[in-house]
């Protein structure tokens, strides 16, 4: 048997009307602030990501599903929406018309890492990237409206972690003083942070396999910020204040991600365990640039779909368990009105059903009518045909009345339908 691969899962009709509620609430929210849709494809040249993101990364170096095509062209599937995002704004000239862009987006990315509760080779993401303005107002704004959309999804004990990662002219700086700290206990380091050690020893913050614990009483990023990049984050969190978003400052938040610099946060949860990041972002200010755009700023964060859906209430988004209608008939000519019956109440938005086999008994019917979990049947027999009209039977109870078989809209006005 053929299964899915490890890492990938198939979503369910029954989980369905979560991810809808999730990605309903994301455009609803979303627009309130001037965010519109772009859909960007799924695999983009390798170049893109090594470039976008870093080379030194573990995303680009350990994590992505990179292949090359009959063409002989070296592709990978995204592991992020950012670089892809930027890539189609410069290529559509999107940042000449408009120099203050707000886009979203939603949809899989694939990254080659360790699938656990929380975490998948082929995830889903929504995020947002909000061009045009290095403002601390809109740092603000954005990190605002992504706990204005967990509010709205119901997702309770979000935690709000915040931090600036500074800028190129005072990261060295702090580098350096990493480096010193952690100098002594070198050799008690994993075998990737001795390398990152050297190469960008920011990464060892963002460690998976133990190194953290080291850094008690380590020296913190928002220590060595140059007076900018400082004003900047104070200004970040003035506004927060002002606007009443709950926050703390993380010392030690880096993103695995190069084109970060100042902002960054992420919002955790309490109640998935080990994968407990529901959305993380920050600020890139160089990446249109670097990737042979215009020189515009930007902001966005991404949020991790299969993580929401995990967090929500048991019974969020559920939609409708049975058909609105069910109509059951008795011979031949009843059959066929009950066809066009079943058309009509569809085009009028219900949820209708019958059988289709002709033959089938009554009682079958209604057994079926049951297990569909029905919330009418309407009854089309001889007697009903003779009289121009049909029985409604409410299964909750079990009224029973008879309506004009010619006023759908009355039968419409006199159930509530699912
Ligand atoms: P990142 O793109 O690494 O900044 O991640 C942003 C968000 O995407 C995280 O906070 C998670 O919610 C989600 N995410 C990242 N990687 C995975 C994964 N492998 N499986 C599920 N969700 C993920």
Known sequence: MIQAIKGTRDILPEEAGKWQLAEATARRVFRRYGFREIRTPIFESTELFARGIGEGTDIVSKEMYTFTDRGGRS????????????????????????????????????????????????????????FGSVEPAVDAEVIEMSTVFLQELGIPDTDLAINSVGCETCRPAYRERLREFLAPRLDELCPDCRRRYQENPL???????????????????????????RDHFEAVRRCLEHLGVPHRIEPHLVRGLDYYMRTTFEVLTATLGAQNALLGGGRYDHLVEDLGGPSVPGIGFASGLDRLILSLAPGAGEAAAGPDFFVAVQGAASFDQALRLVRDLRRRGAWAEMDSNPGRSLRAQTRRADQLRARHILFLGEDEIRKGVLTVRRMEGGSQWEVPASDLERLMGEVSLG
């Open 75 to 130: 592709l990978t599937l995204r592991p992020e929406n950012t670089a892809p995002v930027v890539r189609a704004a410069i290529e559509h000239n999107l940042f000449r018309r408009a120099d203050s862009e707000r886009l979203y987006y939603i949809g899989p990315m694939f990254r080659y890492e360790r699938p656990q509760k929380g975490r998948m080779r082929q995830f889903h993401q929504i995020g947002v990237e909000a």
């Open 203 to 229: 990464r060892i913050l963002d460690c998976k396999a133990g190194c953290r614990r080291f850094l008690d009483g380590s020296p913190t990023l928002l220590e060595t910020l140059d007076t900018p990049c």
